[in-house]
């Protein structure tokens, strides 16, 4: 079993529809998550971050994390064809600085 | 600021060659990291380097070396290329301590034959 599981896609939604991305993870000691967007072809880029368990809210972004579920997600509202992306969580423990987990990432493709 | 840069974009190898990926950052950041890229597979961390003059091997660092060449420069070497090493390179770095957020490179998308 994959530490971090990831639903790969492709998602495809319309324009201004509300977008869930979710992940499963499977180590108790990860307590920092966070969501990166990697369009094609170029190196991920950090969008959200949370500590431990609660909701985090970043214009039409909100990152969401249940540990007692050991599960994260990721809510896009108004979703633009900007968005379109892969999108690729990724967590940490407490003193792992250095060694984060990504899960394998969703392809998301917002149609006009 | 150019961020972290990677060199060369494109390569394609010949199992046995050998080849360095050179990467660099001028954000002044103590901690960098090379990753591979495979489809399903996520990126996974092959070696990092937490401050100048240290290095550590991640999840997946058998057939690399790296060198901390400055605060700057992180590079990869393949010493004798195999086809299981065909994959996407991004090399990235941290401002260290407890500054969580990793600024990636371009990467490189080396293709073994």
């Known amino acids: 079993q994959k530490e971090v599981e990831q639903d790969p896609g492709p998602l495809s939604v319309p324009e201004g529809a509300i977008v869930s991305l979710n992940c499963t993870y499977s180590n108790s000691a990860f307590q920092y998550f966070m969501w990166y967007r990697q369009y094609s072809r170029k190196g991920p880029e950090l969008l959200m971050y949370t500590y431990s368990s609660g909701n985090k809210e970043d214009g039409r972004f909100t990152a969401q994390v249940d540990k007692s579920s050991k599960y994260i997600s990721l809510f896009i509202r108004d979703s633009q064809p900007s968005d379109s992306a892969t999108y690729l969580c990724?967590?940490?423990?407490?003193?792992?600085?250095?060694?984060?987990?990504f899960g394998p990432g969703t392809s998301l493709s917002v149609i006009p | 600021n150019a961020g972290v840069t990677q060199t060369p974009k494109f390569q394609v190898l010949k199992t046995g060659q050998s080849m360095t990926l050179q990467c660099a950052q001028d954000?002044?950041?103590?901690?960098m990291y090379w990753y591979r890229q495979d489809p399903g597979m996520g990126l996974r961390l092959i070696y990092y380097?937490?401050?100048?003059?240290?290095?550590d091997k991640g999840e997946v660092p058998n057939g690399y070396n790296v060198s901390r060449l400055n605060k700057r420069e992180f590079s990869l070497r393949l010493e004798s290329a195999a086809p299981s090493q065909t994959s996407v390179y991004f090399c990235?770095?941290?401002?260290?301590?407890?500054?969580?957020?990793?600024?990636f490179g371009p990467g490189t998308r080396l293709t073994v034959t």
């Open positions: 990235a770095s941290r401002d260290g301590g407890d500054r969580y957020e990793q600024y």
């Open positions: 954000m002044n950041h103590n901690s």
């Open positions: 380097s937490a401050s100048e003059g240290t290095t």
């Open positions: 990724a967590m940490r423990g407490l003193i792992s600085y250095d060694k984060v987990i």
